[in-house]
């Protein structure tokens, strides 16, 4: 199934099924909307999953691995081993987000899509299209054609997971100089300047932040990515791991499932992926803003509000499993609540405080 294909099977939230969630909210003995953003998020998995009684038992965060070439320039503080390093160690629960991921009982998938390296771990998927991107600020990052065999790939891992039972995914990413492919796609995308995208990443001097700006905009400058077509941007100044994740975007909504958003890597690529398909915003949930100036941007143009705000700015998909926990709360409110209705005939001191 190609892309076009996929795009033109996504289907809109179930109407009836947001009416009839939003119509139990409303009759919750509480007043109304007093669940703020929660009767918000019920009404929206109920248009997911078209069912009022859906339940997200089994939930997985797919993480995708890659080296951008990029990282030559000097945009990053760590050595690139970095991203072998913690792709391994995703599985063992050491890292951040393998250590959150066990507060929400969910599963990591950990996908070496383009690290650089010839090593082959247990710890993880080997779907490597290539040991690392061009550097961009030199040629092309990737070809079309690798941009849609990662969108490919994401796409596909998505639906293992569908067919083996998950109910939900989150995203997120490891890779050495993400936070600078990620500023030249939302440069694109967004159309945001380099002040407003660029970040320290992992914690760059001032002088190396400069450096860094000064390589985006070099880069941004040099192929001028075309803003109407995200597979051009991607290309250009992407990554492979961002471009995994569009398909991973695609792939929720492809089969209906809530896909969660995690930080600056993870919402470019859900902007992506919106501007390819503007359905597949409908099954995405944020979760967390990121410190990372260009999540502001790309999240304004999602039109989107994130659950919360930690101060993060750490990625991996440490986000996930915090909402993965709202998710569960908000099926529990539509499930377990009672009804003024049910309260009423219970109790002859019946009071209505729905509109309090």
Same mark, same amino acid.
């Given at each position: 199934? %190609?892309l ?18 939003r119509?139990i ?12 953003? #929660?009767?918000?998020?019920?009404v ?12 997200? %038992? ?8 890659? =080296?951008?070439g ?10 690139q ?14 890292? @951040? ?5 066990? #507060? ?9 899509i383009?690290? %650089? ?12 299209i ?6 961009? #600020? ?8 690798e941009?849609?065999k ?5 796409f596909?891992?998505v639906?293992?997971?569908? *067919? ?5 995914? @989150? ?33 760059l ?20 990515? %075309? ?5 051009d941007?991607l ?6 791991d961002?471009?995994?994740l569009v ?12 896909v969660v ?11 992506a992926?919106? *501007? ?13 803003g990121?410190l ?21 700015? #750490? ?20 499930? *377990?609540?009672?009804?003024?209705s049910?309260?009423?005939? =219970? ?10």
């Amino acid at each position: 199934m %190609n892309l076009n294909e996929i795009m033109a099977q996504i289907k809109p939230l179930n109407r009836e099924a947001r009416k009839l969630a939003r119509t139990i909210q409303d009759s919750l003995i509480k007043p109304l909307g007093s669940l703020g953003q #929660l009767e918000e998020l019920s009404v929206q998995l109920a248009g997911i999953t078209g069912d009022i009684n859906f339940c997200f %038992n089994k939930k997985a965060i797919v993480i995708m691995c890659a =080296d951008n070439g990029v990282y030559e320039e000097g945009v990053s503080a760590a050595p690139q081993v970095v991203t072998l390093m913690q792709a391994i160690n995703f599985q063992k629960g050491v890292t @951040g987000v393998g250590v959150l991921s066990k #507060l929400s009982n969910s599963e990591m998938v950990v996908i070496d899509i383009g690290i %650089n390296s010839d090593v082959v771990s247990e710890n993880f998927l080997n779907r490597k299209i290539r040991k690392g991107t061009n550097n961009l #600020l030199k040629e092309c990052a990737m070809t079309r054609e690798e941009v849609f065999k990662a969108i490919e790939i994401g796409f596909e891992e998505v639906q293992k997971l569908h *067919q083996a039972g998950f109910s939900v995914i @989150g995203t997120g990413e490891m890779g050495l100089g993400n936070t600078t492919t990620s500023s030249l796609i939302l440069m694109a995308l967004a159309d945001c300047t380099v002040d407003e995208a660029v970040g320290k990443g992992a914690g760059l001097t001032d002088e190396a932040f400069a450096h860094k700006k000064e390589i985006v905009q070099k880069a941004f400058d040099l192929h001028k990515p %075309n803003k109407n077509d995200p597979i051009d941007v991607l290309a250009k100044v992407g990554g492979f791991d961002i471009a995994g994740l569009v398909g991973v975007y695609l792939g929720a909504a492809y089969y209906r499932l809530p896909v969660v958003i995690d930080g600056v890597i993870s919402v470019t690529a859900a902007l992506a992926a919106f *501007q390819l398909c503007e359905k597949t915003k409908d099954f995405m949930i944020p979760s967390h803003g990121s410190l990372e100036p260009g999540y502001n941007a790309a999240i304004q143009k999602l039109g989107m509000k994130p659950f919360f705000d930690l101060g993060m700015r #750490l990625g991996e998909g440490s986000g996930c499993p915090f909402t993965f926990l709202l998710i569960d709360a908000a099926q529990m409110i539509l499930h *377990q609540m009672a009804t003024f209705s049910e309260t009423a005939m =219970d109790n002859s001191n019946f009071v209505d405080i729905r509109d309090s």
